[in-house]
């Protein structure tokens, strides 16, 4: 068990539509990151979080929004949602903002979009 | 930008043999880092080694070590003895070390390793 624990653990909603996926990071850790895991893209950084603030955007769509709140944890937001949009998404979380950490992964929120 | 490769898509081995998977990247940058994760079926992912671009020696975590030439670009995991739980998709990874913003893990396509009894 890593520490970090992501809510839901799966998700079936339809095109359109708006969903928020929970991240709670190990206890202490700073940052967290978001990635999503697709079959035709493979493992992408979405974005990532230190200390409540935007510390780094990576391939993150203008329908996706994140944030993380007072007691670290995280919500990303996916909005308008497309068939291409399902996929497992990721959430890690480490102790600082450094870039070459280890990374503590979550077991994922799998998004099914009908 | 990056580009790390992994080109053996599946792999099989049998329990207790040595396995080794093989990575590639594209950088122009000097300083950086280079990982292996594993995913196994509870798709959770798990670091397995890490190894600092500036240094010259292997990394080695019990059975796993790599095999890291910084002047070819290779990065590759050799499991030896391998057990049943370590099937597994894995998955190399880089990350610069300056804080490029953006500059995050970055993930090879990932190699579904199957290990027979």
């Known amino acids: 068990d890593s520490g970090v624990t992501q809510t839901p653990k799966h998700l079936i909603t339809a095109t359109g539509q708006r969903v928020t996926l929970r991240c709670s990071p190990r206890s202490g850790d700073l940052s967290v990151y978001w990635y999503q895991q697709s079959l035709d893209q493979g493992l992408q950084f979405l974005i990532q979080y230190y200390n409540g603030e935007e510390r780094a955007k990576g391939n993150i769509l203008e329908r996706f929004s994140a944030q993380q709140f007072p007691d670290l944890h995280s919500e990303l937001n996916l909005s308008s949602l497309e068939l291409g949009d399902s996929a497992l998404y990721f959430c890690a979380s480490s102790p600082s903002a450094g870039v070459t950490e280890k990374l503590f992964f979550g077991s994922g929120t799998q998004l099914s979009v009908l | 930008a990056q580009t790390v490769t992994q080109s053996q898509p599946e792999m099989s081995v049998q329990e207790a043999e040595t396995v080794t998977l093989s990575c590639t990247y594209d950088?122009?940058?000097?300083?950086?880092?280079l990982f292996w994760y594993k995913q196994p079926p509870s798709r959770q992912m798990i670091l397995v080694i890490r190894q600092e671009a500036y240094k010259q020696q292997n990394a080695t975590e019990n059975r796993f070590s790599v095999n890291f030439q910084k002047a070819a670009k290779s990065f590759s995991l050799k499991i030896s003895d391998s057990q049943l739980g370590d099937t597994a998709m894995y998955f190399c990874?880089?990350?610069?070390?300056?804080?490029?913003?953006?500059?995050?893990?970055?993930f090879g396509e990932g190699t579904q390793l199957t290990v027979n009894p």
């Open positions: 990874a880089f990350v610069p070390e300056g804080e490029t913003s953006g500059s995050r893990l970055t």
């Open positions: 950088t122009s940058e000097n300083n950086y880092y």
